[in-house]
C-alpha cells in the first residue's frame, strides 16, 4: 500500500539565503580608514628607519629614496660618540624602578579603594583621578623648587619619585574599576580561611587581576619611556651621564648646530623606538585581554 506522502514529490531543497553584510557601507569605510590611519602610523617609523642608513645629503636631497647602501656607521655613532647605550641603560633602570613603584602602590591603593568602604573613600578616589587633569607642565616650575628642596635635583632617584608620582592616578584609576570586577565570594573564603588582608591581596587578588596588571604595566612603561620635559627640568646639563634617552636624542640636534648629524640622530631615535615595539608587540595579546576582561566577568 502507498501512502500519499510517498506518491508525493519531494520538495526542492532550499538554497541558503545570502548573508548581508551588517555593517555596508559603514564596514568599507572604516577598514578604509584604519587603513589609512596604518599608513600614516607605519610610514614615519619606517622612513625614520630607512634615514639612519642615508647621509645628510640624501636625507635633504630625496627623502622618499631609499638609501644608497645599508651601513651600520651612524648606529655606531650614535651608539658610541653621542652615548645612546649609557643613557638607555639609563632610561631602563629609571623606568623598571618607577613602573615598579608605581604598580605595587597604585594596585595597593586601588584594591583598598576599590573593595573597602571607609569615611573618605570617594573623596580619596576623586583626589587621584583629578591627578589625570592637571597637565604636566603647569607644574615644572613647583616641580622643579619642591625636588630641588629635597636635595634630589639631578638625581635618578628624584626622577623616579616624579615619574611614579604621575603615573599613580591612571593607575589607580584603571585597577579600581578593574579590582571592582573580581568576584567577592574569593576573598570572603580566604578570609574566612585565616588570611590576613595582606596575604589575600597578594596571593588570592593579585594573580586574578593579573590581565589588567600587564595592561597597565605595559601603559607606565611606554609613558615613562617616552617622557621628555621632566627629565629636561630634573636632569641638568651638569650631569650629562645621568640624562634619559630623549635627552639623549634630542642633544644629537641641537649640540652640532648646522652640522648635526641627522643620520646619528636618526639611528638613535631608531634605538629608542626598537624596545617599546618589541615589548608591545610581545605583549599585545595581555593587553587587549586586560583591556576587555572586566567588561565580560
Given at each position: ?16 539565503k545570502k548573508r548581508k553584510n551588517p555593517l555596508g557601507v559603514f564596514g568599507a569605510m572604516s577598514h578604509i580608514a584604519l587603513l ?191 617622557q621628555y620635559l621632566l627629565p629636561i627640568v630634573l636632569l641638568s646639563g651638569n650631569v650629562e651621564d645621568k640624562w634619559v634617552i ?45 583591556l576587555t576582561s572586566g567588561a565580560v566577568k
Amino acid at each position: 500500500m502507498v501512502t500519499d506522502s510517498a506518491q508525493r514529490p519531494s520538495a526542492p531543497p532550499r538554497e541558503p539565503k545570502k548573508r548581508k553584510n551588517p555593517l555596508g557601507v559603514f564596514g568599507a569605510m572604516s577598514h578604509i580608514a584604519l587603513l589609512i590611519w596604518a599608513i600614516l602610523i607605519i610610514g614615519p617609523i619606517l622612513w625614520t628607519f630607512l634615514a639612519s642608513f642615508k647621509t645628510n645629503t640624501e636625507i635633504f636631497g630625496d627623502a622618499i629614496a631609499l638609501p644608497s647602501s645599508f651601513g651600520w656607521d651612524a648606529w655606531g655613532r650614535a651608539w658610541q660618540k653621542a652615548h645612546i647605550g649609557q643613557y638607555m641603560l639609563n632610561t631602563v633602570f629609571v623606568v623598571a624602578c618607577s613602573t615598579a613603584a608605581t604598580m605595587l602602590l597604585g594596585s595597593m591603593a586601588a584594591y583598598v579603594l576599590a573593595r573597602y568602604a571607609f569615611p573618605g573613600n570617594r573623596a580619596i578616589y576623586f583626589l587621584f583621578v583629578s591627578g589625570m587633569t592637571f597637565p604636566v607642565f603647569l607644574a615644572l616650575v613647583p616641580l622643579f623648587f619642591v625636588v630641588r628642596n629635597l636635595g634630589l635635583i639631578d638625581t635618578h632617584l628624584g626622577l623616579i619619585l616624579v615619574y611614579t608620582a604621575y603615573s599613580l592616578p591612571f593607575t589607580v584609576f584603571f585597577l579600581s574599576a578593574f579590582f571592582k570586577t573580581l568576584p567577592t565570594s574569593v576573598a570572603e573564603a580566604a578570609m574566612m580561611d585565616g588570611c590576613s588582608h595582606t596575604r589575600t591581596f597578594f596571593q588570592i587578588m593579585v594573580p586574578m587581576a593579573k590581565p589588567g596588571l600587564i595592561s597597565i604595566t605595559i601603559f607606565n612603561i611606554l609613558g615613562q619611556w617616552n617622557q621628555y620635559l621632566l627629565p629636561i627640568v630634573l636632569l641638568s646639563g651638569n650631569v650629562e651621564d645621568k640624562w634619559v634617552i630623549t635627552q639623549g636624542v634630542a642633544n644629537i640636534s641641537t649640540s652640532a648646530g648646522y652640522e648635526a648629524d641627522w643620520p646619528g640622530m636618526f639611528a638613535a631615535l631608531s634605538i629608542a623606538i626598537i624596545p617599546v615595539m618589541f615589548i608591545y608587540i610581545i605583549f599585545q595579546r595581555q593587553i587587549q585581554s586586560g583591556l576587555t576582561s572586566g567588561a565580560v566577568k
